[in-house]
């Protein structure tokens, strides 16, 4: 497994950007397909976006529909980083954000369900005023 730690939340106004990272520790992150879920209060863990592991270096993103568009995720594996940036954040953008691993994963369907995921990050809070 890897251990990973999320950085770049913050306070925004609605229109801005921010761009999320997660650093993983070890040697095997480019094994991992990598997710972003966030959670707002009162609310269940929602998928956001997902990377998926390549031995070529092709890649297949995924977005949620509430976000597509607006975000988009990339990897730098040589950094062992997952980031998400976002583009002009809405109110209801605003939750913990948090990212996880999951080996060898490429479909949607594999990496949507958070429960499929093998490690998770601790999260980091995204505000957006309105």
């Known amino acids: 497994q890897v251990q990973l730690v999320e950085s770049g939340g913050g306070l925004v106004q609605a229109g801005g950007s921010l761009r999320l990272a997660c650093a993983a520790s070890g040697r095997t992150f480019s094994a991992y397909a990598m997710g972003w879920f966030r959670r707002a209060p009162g609310k269940e863990r929602e998928f956001v976006a997902a990377?998926?592991?390549?031995?070529?270096?092709?890649?297949?993103?995924y977005y949620a529909d509430s976000v597509k568009g607006r975000f988009t995720v990339d990897r730098d594996n040589a950094k062992n980083t997952v980031y998400l940036h976002m583009n002009n954040l809405k109110p209801e953008d605003t939750a913990v954000y948090s990212c996880a691993a999951r080996r060898f994963s490429v479909s949607y369907r594999d990496l949507v369900s958070g429960g499929l995921y093998d490690s998770w990050g601790q999260g980091t809070q995204v505000t957006v005023s309105s």
């Open positions: 990377i998926s592991w390549s031995s070529v270096s092709t890649y297949y993103t």
